[in-house]
Structures are given as structure tokens and as C-alpha cells.
């Protein structure tokens, strides 16, 4: 049978507001802001979740958990992802890898990013050297470098045998 490989891509903002946890790439990040949104507002998670879903062609993250459903409010964004690499399973598709960039002024996501890995490769059941995960500070410009806000990208190759 034909080895089919499909790409996704994914990108997402979130607001950061004082105060609040700082949830990134499964782990809380120790800040004094954190991201604003319906659920735990992982903004790593929600690009990882919209890349895998747009290379199975299966709309978007907000399409499958709506952020008007009382249900998904403060949600842990791990659940939406272990969810999201169910529903590619269901049509036969296996995670190839992953690579992604957040966008954060500050604090350094480096020192995380080992301990993101390991916590996603555990929720997706894949191993970490699938999984990329850069960062970058945006040099002080736009809403990233005046931290107001974190974005982040990622792109996806998915594998049906
Ligand atoms: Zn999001």
C-alpha cells in the first residue's frame, strides 16, 4: 500500500496578563504573567493541536472544542491534545514529527524546553526527538517584544501506513 504523508500548520497569539499561570508547552513556566484564555491558554499545545488537525484536514482546534462550551473553560490543553492525536488515529494517521517556535519577550523559554518534551512526547506517546521546540524573543517589536502577548507556530508532518 502507498506510504501517505500530509503537512500541517499551526499558529496561535495569546494575551498575557499579570497574575495569572503560565502555562507552556504542558508545564507551568514560573512568571509573573501568564496567558489569558478559555482554557489553560497553552499556547505551544494550541498550535501543536491546529497543525496536526489541518494535516489530517480536519478544521481547527476551536471546530472540535469550542471556547463558548462552558465544558472546555480552564481546561488542561494536554487533554485537548491527547484527544487531538486520538482523533488522527481514528482515520489512521500517526505523528512523523513535529517542529514549533514560541515567541516570548520574556522569561527564557530555553531552560523549559527539555522539560516540554518530555512532558509531550508522554501525552502524544511519541518519542522527544520528534519533537522540536525553538524559541524567540521578537527584539522588542510588535506585541511579543512589548509583552503584551505570546505567539508561537508549528508545522507537522503526519503518516498514514
Ligand atoms: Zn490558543
Same mark, same amino acid.
Given at each position: 500500500m502507498k506510504?501517505?504523508?500530509?503537512?500541517?500548520? @499551526?499558529?496561535?497569539?495569546?494575551?498575557? !496578563?499579570?497574575? +495569572?499561570?503560565?502555562?507552556?508547552?504542558?508545564?507551568? &513556566?514560573?512568571?509573573?504573567?501568564?496567558?489569558?484564555?478559555?482554557?489553560?491558554? =497553552?499556547? *505551544?499545545?494550541? &498550535?501543536?493541536?491546529?497543525?496536526? +488537525?489541518?494535516?489530517?484536514?480536519?478544521? =481547527?482546534? @476551536?471546530? /472540535?472544542?469550542?471556547?463558548? =462550551? %462552558? !465544558?472546555?473553560?480552564?481546561?488542561?490543553?494536554?487533554?485537548? *491534545?491527547?484527544?487531538?492525536? /486520538?482523533?488522527?488515529?481514528?482515520?489512521?494517521?500517526?505523528? @512523523?514529527?513535529?517542529?514549533?517556535? &514560541?515567541?516570548?519577550?520574556?522569561? !527564557? &523559554?530555553? %531552560?523549559?524546553? %527539555?522539560?516540554?518534551?518530555?512532558?509531550?512526547?508522554?501525552?502524544?506517546?511519541? %518519542?522527544?526527538? =520528534?519533537?522540536?521546540?525553538?524559541?524567540?524573543?521578537?527584539?522588542?517589536?510588535?506585541?511579543?517584544?512589548?509583552?503584551? @502577548?505570546?505567539?508561537?507556530?508549528?508545522?507537522? *508532518?503526519?503518516? !498514514?501506513q
Amino acid at each position: 500500500m502507498k506510504l501517505k504523508i500530509r503537512t500541517g500548520f @499551526g499558529y496561535d497569539v495569546h494575551q498575557l !496578563k499579570e497574575g +495569572l499561570d503560565f502555562w507552556l508547552g504542558g508545564i507551568r &513556566v514560573p512568571h509573573t504573567h501568564g496567558a489569558l484564555g478559555h482554557s489553560d491558554a =497553552d499556547v *505551544l499545545i494550541h &498550535v501543536i493541536c491546529d497543525a496536526l +488537525l489541518g494535516a489530517a484536514n480536519m478544521r =481547527d482546534i @476551536g471546530f /472540535h472544542f469550542s471556547d463558548k =462550551d %462552558p !465544558k472546555y473553560k480552564g481546561i488542561d490543553s494536554k487533554l485537548l *491534545l491527547k484527544e487531538v492525536v /486520538h482523533l488522527l488515529a481514528l482515520e489512521g494517521y500517526e505523528i @512523523g514529527n513535529i517542529d514549533s517556535t &514560541v515567541c516570548l519577550q520574556e522569561p !527564557k &523559554v530555553n %531552560p523549559h524546553i %527539555p522539560a516540554m518534551k518530555t512532558c509531550l512526547a508522554e501525552v502524544m506517546g511519541i %518519542p522527544e526527538t =520528534d519533537i522540536s521546540i525553538k524559541a524567540t524573543t521578537t527584539e522588542h517589536l510588535g506585541f511579543v517584544g512589548k509583552k503584551e @502577548g505570546v505567539a508561537a507556530y508549528a508545522t507537522v *508532518l503526519i503518516v !498514514k501506513q
